[in-house]
C-alpha cells in the first residue's frame, strides 16, 4: 500500500519514516519547499547515523531514503491507500485541506488526523464519505516513541479500525483504541503531573527543584514535572493544558496555572530559549533541591494520587480499556508503571482516602474522588 503524509514537520517527516522503514513507498507532501527540504537532509542524517551505529546496512538507508517522494502537489496522492495529515494544528486548515484531499484520492483510501486536540468527528465532517476519517496519534519522535493512539469518530466504519489497527501493529507499534475526547489517554491523563506540581509550587510547599527530586526520586519517573515542561516547551505545554481545560467546559481538574502563563508570556519556553524553570545558560548551575523525605513524599503522594484519579476517570468514561490506558502512559510518556496497575499495587483504600483528604482540606472540587474508585472500593475489587 501507497503512504501520503502530509505536512513534513516534526511529526509529519518522523511518521513518513516509520512508514518508509516498513516497505511502504510513501508521498511526503507540504505546502512549502523548504520545509521538504529541511526533512529530506534531516532523514539522510538520521539514516547516516543509524548505519553508523549499526541499526541499519547502508543497502537498507539507500532503500529507505529513496521510498519516499517529496512533493508540493496534493495530486500525487491519488495512489495511496492510507494518508495521514501532520499539517498545523487548526482545524478550518485541516478541514480545507480534507476537502481538497477527497477530491484527489480514490473512494476507499483512509484518511487520518495526527492532531493532538481536535475532535476526529469534527474533522470528519467535512468529508462527503466520512466513515473513512480516523485519528492515528503519534508521539514525538515518531520513529522512537512505541505509542500511537488510534482514535475511531463516531463516524469511523469497523473496517476502517481493523485495518488501521492491524497496520499500525505491523509497523511495529503499541497501539491503543481511545474514544474521540479531549486529550485522548495520554494528553488527558497527564495533565495532573503538570497541573498539581504547579499548584504545588503555587502554594509556596516546595521550589521547583523539590518538586522535580521527589518525582523521580519517590515515583521512578525520568523527569520531574518541571524539567519535563521545560523540555517539552511551556508554550506548547500550556496551550495543551488550555485546550483539555475549554474542551471539558472547564472542569477545575483540568485547570490552567498562571505560573506556566507567566513564564509563557516572559518567553521563558524552556530549553529552546534558554530558560524556563530553570535557566540553561551555559555555566549556570542548576538548582539543588530541598531532599527533605517528608516534603518529597507529600508531593510524590498528591501528584500521584491525582494522575490515578485522572487515569480512573478514563476507565469509568471508557476512553480506553484499563490495558490501554495504563499501556498508553508507559509506551507513550515513559511512566515507570501504568497508572491503574500502581493504583492496585497502593490499595485503592489508601488513594481514595488520600483524595478525601485533598477534598477535603481544599473543599475543591478538582480534588473530588472518582465515582469508579469509590465504587471499587466499597465492592472491594481491583483492575488487575
Ligand atoms: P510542524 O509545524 O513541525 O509542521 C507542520 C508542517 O505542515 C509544516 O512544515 C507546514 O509547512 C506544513 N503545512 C501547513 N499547512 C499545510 C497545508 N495546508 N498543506 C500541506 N502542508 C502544510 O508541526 P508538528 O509539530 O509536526 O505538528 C503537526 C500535527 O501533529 C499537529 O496537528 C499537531 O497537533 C500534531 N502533533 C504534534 C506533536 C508534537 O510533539 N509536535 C505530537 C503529536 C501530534
Redesign the pocket.
Known sequence: MKIGV???????SGIAQVAAQNGHLVYL????QQ?LSKAKTNLSQTLNRLVDKEKITSEQAIQIGSSIQYSTD?NDLSPCGLVIE????NLS??H??LKKLETVVSIDCVLA??????SIASLGSILNNSNRIIGI????PAPIMPLVEIIPAVQTSELVIESITEIIQKWGKTGVICKDTPGFIVNRVARPFYGEALRIYEEGIADFATIDWAMTHFGGFKMGPFTLMDYIGND?NYSVTESVFESFYFDPRFKPSFTQKRHKEAGYFGRKSGRGYYDYTEGVELPMPNENEEIGILIFNRILAMLINEAIDAALMQVGTTEAIDLAMTKGVNYPKGLLKWADEIGLPKVLEQLEELFSTYGEDRYRPNALLRKMVKEQTNFY
Open positions: 502530509i505536512g513534513s514537520g516534526t511529526m509529519g507532501i507540504d505546502t512549502s520545509a496534493l501532520a499539517i498545523v494544528e486548515i485541516k480545507e485541506l488526523s495526527n492532531t493532538s486536540s481536535l496519534h503519534f508521539f514525538n506548547v
